[in-house]
């Protein structure tokens, strides 16, 4: 589904990410593992187009992307949950979902199976983002992610700073997602994460990043020894 081969980029005369290739098929979790600042964030920003790769390819379905912009690949069916949620703290629950279909025609509804897997969300449309709790606003990132129905979703560190009845409820609607999708087609699911134990739960396949490289892959079956790569 999303293809990246020998990706290099740059911040200034810094080498950050270092010939870089990776898969995410539909249907499955691929996990990317790693400790702070070793270039995860930057990877998935190069495959929505918010930083520019120096060399190498991206491609969607076949098709190479890494001269689109960002709109451009939201509208072919990427979908991104950023770090840290960025969601619109003074428009509405239902105003965020909506920003989720700015790549979409004028009049696209919001899908309604977004309330099947955040409940909590249809209870407060009307209630601004501001005024939700960290777990539920990492709802409403995800829900706005998923709102022009994507191919392929990528979450950036969906769990860090939730509590632990939310990180459970947030794995379950990946492997939904992975499975079924929104709509009944299975989705590819790239997944960075800090969280160990969490990633081994979902993760069909895995790859480990130091310094921009990546230094390790393999089936999710086999990450039990990957703890040592990552540790903080």
Do not use: C
Request: glycine share 12%.
């Amino acid at each position: 589904m999303l293809i990246a081969k020998n990706i290099h980029q740059y911040y200034g005369g810094s080498h950050i990410l270092r010939d870089v290739s990776l898969e995410v098929p539909a249907g499955q979790v691929t996990v990317l593992l790693g400790r702070n600042g070793v270039g995860k964030t930057t990877l998935l920003k190069s495959l929505m187009g918010l930083v520019p790769i120096k060399s190498g390819a991206i491609e969607l379905d076949g098709q190479r992307i890494e001269r689109w912009t960002p709109y451009q690949r939201a509208r072919a069916g990427i979908g991104f949950v950023p770090q840290g949620r960025e969601i619109f703290a003074r428009l509405s629950v239902q105003d965020n979902l909506r920003m989720g279909l700015a790549s979409q025609p004028s009049g696209t509804p919001v899908p309604p199976q977004l309330f099947e897997l955040f409940p909590v969300l249809k209870q407060m449309l009307h209630r601004r983002g501001g005024d939700l709790s960290g777990g539920q606003q990492q709802q409403l990132a995800i829900a706005r992610a998923l709102a022009a129905n994507p191919r392929v979703v990528i979450l950036d560190e969906p769990t860090e700073g939730i509590q632990p009845n939310i990180i459970k409820d947030i794995g379950r609607v990946i492997r939904r997602l992975a499975r079924e999708g929104l709509d009944g087609r299975p989705m590819a699911v790239l997944l960075v994460e800090q969280y160990v134990d969490f990633a081994e739960e979902l993760a069909d396949h895995y790859l480990v990043m130091e310094r921009g490289e990546v230094i390790a892959r393999g089936p999710g079956s086999q990450m039990q020894g990957v703890r040592q790569l990552v540790a903080i």
